[in-house]
């Protein structure tokens, strides 16, 4: 884990939020970004991706990212986004059209997370993805209790607010626990319109 206590790095707004950890498909739709996010790939360096607000600001927990992959079309750049790690915002700033930001790391802040708390977690993902797959999709969920937070987070049906709401929970116990009581009342409409 590194040790600085601040760190500069390109800063990308996007509409989609990016957990670490987790492999995402990211639009980057504004052209002042396209040049610094088509350097950072092919010199392969890491850059924060954070959701933008209603108010086009950056949100200021954010997860820096490896570009595996760019496809340009369009109405903008498609990229394939490999999560590494949660960051706070301090600031940023304008180099050219592009941002930049100054961040510091934001570690998962672990405590003791009980077996049944994790096994709940596991069985309700399962249960959802399975009901929400697309045919032939295939998904083996984590068991160590951050990455399976960042994959529920990730993979089940909510929206980038939500999204946003859950990576900013600073424990794997406290984003578990939020995301047993939204996949529960998500089971519960999905197991409602199976039944009718």
Same mark, same amino acid.
């Given at each position: 884990m590194p040790t600085r206590e601040s760190f500069t790095m390109g800063l990308v707004p996007v509409g989609h939020v990016v957990f670490p950890g987790i492999v995402s498909s990211v639009l980057v739709r504004a052209r002042g970004h396209r040049g610094a996010v088509k350097r950072a790939a092919n010199e392969d360096h890491s850059m924060v991706f954070s959701l933008e607000r209603p108010d086009h600001e950056p949100s200021t927990v954010a997860a820096t990212g490896r570009i595996l992959d760019l496809t340009e079309e369009n109405d903008g750049l498609i990229l394939r986004v490999a999560g590494i790690q949660r960051v706070h915002l301090i600031s940023y700033f304008?180099?050219?059209t592009a941002l930049k930001?100054?961040?510091?790391?934001?570690s998962d802040d672990e405590e003791n997370i009980p077996p049944l708390l994790i096994e709940e977690a596991w069985a309700l993902a399962s249960e959802l993805w399975a009901m929400v797959q697309e045919p032939g999709a295939r998904s083996d969920l984590p068991s160590a209790p951050?990455?399976?937070?960042?994959?529920? &987070? +990730?993979?089940?049906?909510?929206? &980038? +607010?939500t999204r946003q709401e859950l990576l900013e929970i600073p424990t794997s116990r406290g984003r578990l626990a939020k995301e047993?009581?939204?996949?529960?009342t998500l089971l519960d409409g999905l197991r409602t319109q199976h039944s009718s």
């Amino acid at each position: 884990m590194p040790t600085r206590e601040s760190f500069t790095m390109g800063l990308v707004p996007v509409g989609h939020v990016v957990f670490p950890g987790i492999v995402s498909s990211v639009l980057v739709r504004a052209r002042g970004h396209r040049g610094a996010v088509k350097r950072a790939a092919n010199e392969d360096h890491s850059m924060v991706f954070s959701l933008e607000r209603p108010d086009h600001e950056p949100s200021t927990v954010a997860a820096t990212g490896r570009i595996l992959d760019l496809t340009e079309e369009n109405d903008g750049l498609i990229l394939r986004v490999a999560g590494i790690q949660r960051v706070h915002l301090i600031s940023y700033f304008h180099e050219g059209t592009a941002l930049k930001g100054k961040f510091r790391y934001a570690s998962d802040d672990e405590e003791n997370i009980p077996p049944l708390l994790i096994e709940e977690a596991w069985a309700l993902a399962s249960e959802l993805w399975a009901m929400v797959q697309e045919p032939g999709a295939r998904s083996d969920l984590p068991s160590a209790p951050p990455l399976l937070s960042y994959w529920v &987070a +990730a993979h089940v049906p909510l929206n &980038a +607010a939500t999204r946003q709401e859950l990576l900013e929970i600073p424990t794997s116990r406290g984003r578990l626990a939020k995301e047993i009581s939204l996949m529960r009342t998500l089971l519960d409409g999905l197991r409602t319109q199976h039944s009718s």
